[in-house]
């Protein structure tokens, strides 16, 4: 696997994870919240791993905006997702 395709696997992997998570949890503020939380911490890692400051900015927000987006989607349908409800 190139490092490109495994670059997407995790961003998708990640992506589809915390946009389950986040449906999962009772409330906006506390989805909210634990978003913003992802976002903190991929930033963070971004930056780690030597991504300049402004592109791992784009990378987080993008990357929880695709989980918001999943959240929101699953919350929508009612979907019940791992033994609770979405």
Same mark, same amino acid.
């Given at each position: ?17 915390? %946009?389950?998570?986040?449906? #999962? ?6 989805r *909210? *919240?634990? #978003? *913003? =939380?992802?976002?903190? =911490?991929? @930033? &963070? &890692? +971004?930056?780690?791993? %030597?991504?300049? =400051?402004?592109?791992? #900015?784009?990378? *987080? ?6 989980? =918001?987006?999943?959240?929101?989607? @699953? @919350? +929508? #349908?009612?979907?019940?997702? +791992? /033994? /609770?409800?979405?």
């Amino acid at each position: 696997m190139r490092a490109s395709d495994e670059l997407l696997h995790s961003v998708t992997v990640w992506v589809t994870d915390i %946009g389950t998570q986040a449906a #999962l949890l009772p409330s906006e503020a506390d989805r *909210a *919240a634990f #978003l *913003a =939380e992802r976002c903190r =911490e991929l @930033l &963070e &890692e +971004a930056c780690r791993s %030597g991504m300049d =400051e402004p592109s791992a #900015l784009i990378f *987080a927000r993008s990357c929880v905006e695709g989980a =918001e987006r999943i959240m929101r989607e @699953l @919350l +929508a #349908l009612g979907t019940p997702v +791992a /033994g /609770g409800r979405a």
